[in-house]
């Protein structure tokens, strides 16, 4: 689709239809950015967003003392409080 920039000033804008702005799931902001002398435009996502479902996919946690086990000739040698 062909649209035409508009003049907001010193700045240039474009006309979204609606369908796309639905469709896309934008609201009052967006995310604007340059990716390979594109413009890319996404729906703004909230912070932390995404984080519960990363969590869950990595597994229970109930091992990772065994991770505080770790030592190295650092730890016994050069380090110095």
């Excluded at 967003?49 to 996919?57: P, Y």
Aim: aromatic content about 8%; charged content about 35%; some cysteine.
């Amino acid at each position: 689709m062909k649209v035409e920039l508009i003049r907001i000033g010193n700045s240039r804008g474009v006309r979204i239809p609606k369908p796309m702005i639905e469709q896309c799931g934008f609201g009052d902001t967006v995310e604007l950015r340059v990716e390979n002398d594109r413009l890319v435009i996404c729906a703004q996502k909230k912070p932390r967003e995404g984080w519960r479902e990363a969590f869950q996919s990595a597994g229970p946690s109930e091992h990772d003392e065994l991770l505080l086990d770790v030592k190295n000739t650092f730890d016994d040698e050069d380090w110095r409080w």
